[in-house]
């Protein structure tokens, strides 16, 4: 049972290329989260989708995009890298929609973009 | 606006009790008090969560004020393993969590 894997560990990107960053759990959650973190800062959430199908802006949805390609996977995409996107990347995940479960977190992507 | 307060800092000896406070004084009813702590850039982890009533875990026990104004959490044997970033997070039913910048402990030999 690997909980929330997240890939790559770390990337480099010159400014204005793409990626995307790939996140999958093995906990049969319906709840899949993504956070960045800036140093010396708490998580904010990017986006987040509460349920296979749908996905939902959060705090800092500018410069991404999300897909729930299935239960078990929830994909970020950065289309176009700015320097400002610097930044850890986390994913999480939680059994049921807006409840009081506790979300697991993935180990992070650590991006840099230059 | 943060809807949570924690010291910045903390330091706590190996082998005592690290109690840290969070002041929350607009909590809403329906608002549970989370505690999340993050070790060395890792994936927060999961600790504990009460609404109203103190709760005991493996890892930690919440201490909520009966005004549910501010909430203690103690590691009652701490080591240095514990050295992390602790979040206290408040999160109402259909919320998000919202992460602050939390308190950073400590733990020294």
């Known amino acids: 049972n690997a909980g929330v894997t997240q890939t790559p560990k770390f990337q480099v990107l010159k400014t204005g290329q793409s990626m995307t960053l790939q996140c999958a759990q093995d906990?049969?959650?319906?709840?899949m989260y993504w956070y960045r973190q800036d140093p010396g800062m708490g998580l904010r959430l990017i986006y987040y989708s509460a349920s296979e199908g749908t996905t939902d802006k959060g705090e800092v949805p500018n410069g991404y995009n999300v897909s729930r390609l299935n239960k078990r996977e929830f994909s970020l995409r950065l289309e176009s890298a700015a320097p400002s996107q610097t930044s850890v990347y986390f994913c999480?995940?939680?059994?049921?929609?807006?409840?009081?479960?506790?979300?697991?977190f993935g180990p992070g992507t650590r991006l840099t973009v230059l | 606006d943060a809807k949570t307060t924690q010291p910045t800092s903390m330091d706590c000896a190996e082998g005592r009790a690290a109690n840290l406070p969070c002041n929350h004084s607009?909590?809403?009813?329906?608002?549970?008090v989370y505690w999340y702590r993050q070790i060395h850039s890792q994936g927060p982890q999961y600790i504990i969560h009460?609404?109203?009533n103190n709760e005991t875990n493996e890892m930690a026990s919440l201490i909520i004020t009966e005004d549910r104004k501010s909430s203690t959490l103690i590691l009652p044997h701490a080591t240095l393993r514990d050295t992390a970033v602790y979040y206290c997070i408040l999160k109402g039913y259909g919320q998000n969590f919202v992460f602050g910048p939390g308190t950073r402990l400590s733990v020294l030999p």
């Open positions: 607009t909590i809403s009813g329906n608002e549970y």
């Open positions: 906990m049969n959650h319906n709840s």
């Open positions: 009460g609404l109203k």
């Open positions: 999480a995940s939680s059994d049921r929609p807006g409840s009081f479960d506790e979300q697991f």
